[in-house]
């Protein structure tokens, strides 16, 4: 290797390493004892203990936001990618007055501030008595979530050819039909990263759900997190194991569906 190659090594391997010491930290003081955590901590102790994860699932109880989180967040994913297509590709293959208009306040809306619109939705969901359900926080998650959707689809359904579409026509085949069979099979990659990114937003989203949801029965992971206590202090190796537990759907799925990521985002390369 020649020199400026093992100086760019050299930077990226501190920079890889930046990235993964806060994980690689969070995993081992989920092992530490309490009481080492702040007097002794090490970067690799000696001592190892299960304490944490034990109180996680029968102190805490931590099985139930779990449960609420993969709920919410496989629904949001399952109705935004599935509302989310058929707009897109109207948006992508239409031609409508407002069509460029309409997209942009697509994007608009997904930048808007979450903050801003928490107490309308509140008395909102209030009012139809959708507070501390499922449906009161799959609902506004997707005020987020498709508007993420929409846009990444619309980029990826202007990539295909158009001859293909033009050939399920002339055999008889409907704008609906030709997206079910045409479209969304040659869209496996793109589908599958929206989907990733979708959940991963539902998953970690913690205004709405702080919000929306008013007791233990109903929080997802990242507000039953924030919300662990202790009688005297903060059980930082709790919150830390849980933190480390909530991470494992997250990168499984990233794990499983790694090659239709990158699949896509090559085949977007390439066609772009």
Known sequence: MTRWSWRWAVVTALIVGAVLFPLYWAIVSSFTPESRLFTAPKLIPAQLILDHYRALFTTRDFWTPIR???????ATTALAISLGAVCAYALARLQFPGKSLTLAFVLAVAMFPQVSIVSPLYLILRKVGLLDTYPGLVLPYLTFAMPLTIWMLVGYFRQLPFELEEA???????RLRTLWEVVLPLSAPGIATASILTFLYSWNEFLFALSFALGPESYTVPVAIALFRGQYQVPWGEILA????ATGPVALIVLVAQRRIV???TAG???G
């Open 269 to 271: 390369a390439v066609k």
């Open 68 to 74: 609420n989180s993969l709920i919410v967040a496989g």
């Open 242 to 245: 849980g933190a480390v537990v």
């Open 168 to 174: 399920a026509a002339l055999d008889g085949a409907g």
């Open 263 to 265: 699949a896509g985002l």
